[in-house]
């Protein structure tokens, strides 16, 4: 297992079309994160998975972004509609679940809306 | 609500020196850990350091090591012998023990080592 996986790596799309994120975590992390990163900000809590449940949503995920992880294994983020500030590195972490366990991060993805 | 305060957007040092990030954070938690993550240019985030809120003993690990002061809410990291590969993004993070352990980061600090 090399870590934590996410496609593409890039992605430039114009605004209004709808885009689709990829995460593969580490295989057996029950728990999987997805976090946004602006120019010049740390990242931020979007949405956090245990199993293929989504227990926690932030406000940051407007009614435009989607989050799935079918069968507990990867997982997607949808955005519909996107405007150009959507333009961010989108994040995803995985971690096993207990008290603390160390949450591992993929190389992210970073989207560009023209 | 918890928030992370990084207030030294840039830092550089010469290699072999030694260097000292500062972080606080505000919360009113009483039991939390706090990270220190750094991020290479156009790598992923790795954990440097944690610390648990619990212990008054400062974390170490090799040449980074932690200044915490939970009464202060402070919680700076020390790295010795600087060494040309720890050029990067270094971000605090602070983690309240909840069922989803999401991070909250500071907006980081750009630590060049200079040879």
């Known amino acids: 297992d090399t870590g934590v996986s996410q496609n593409p790596r890039h992605k430039i799309t114009k605004r209004g079309q709808n885009v689709t994120f990829r995460c593969d975590p580490i295989s057996e992390h029950n728990r999987l994160y997805w976090y946004r990163q602006t120019l010049g900000q740390g990242p931020e809590f979007l949405t956090y998975?245990?199993?293929?449940?989504?227990?926690?949503k932030s406000r940051l995920l407007s009614d435009r972004f989607s989050a799935e992880r079918p069968k507990g294994s990867f997982s997607t983020l949808e955005i519909q509609r996107t405007e150009q500030g959507d333009s961010a590195m989108y994040l995803c972490a995985s971690s096993s679940s207990g008290a603390y366990t160390e949450a591992f991060f993929g190389q992210g993805t970073r989207l560009t809306v023209v | 609500a918890q928030t992370v305060t990084q207030s030294q957007p840039e830092m550089s040092v010469q290699e072999a020196e030694t260097v000292t990030l500062s972080c606080t954070y505000d919360t009113s938690e009483s039991n939390y850990y706090l990270f220190w993550y750094k991020q290479p240019p156009s790598r992923q985030m790795i954990l440097v350091i944690r610390?648990?809120?619990?212990?008054?003993q400062n974390a170490t690990e090799n040449r980074f090591s932690v200044n915490f002061q939970k009464a202060a809410k402070s919680f700076s990291l020390k790295i010795s012998d600087s060494q040309l590969g720890d050029t990067a993004m270094y971000f605090c993070?602070?983690?309240?023990?909840?069922?989803?352990?999401?991070?909250?980061f500071g907006t980081g600090t750009s630590l060049t080592v200079i040879p």
């Open positions: 610390q648990e809120a619990y212990k008054q």
């Open positions: 993070a602070f983690m309240k023990l909840n069922t989803g352990n999401q991070f909250y």
């Open positions: 998975f245990q199993n293929e449940a989504q227990l926690e």
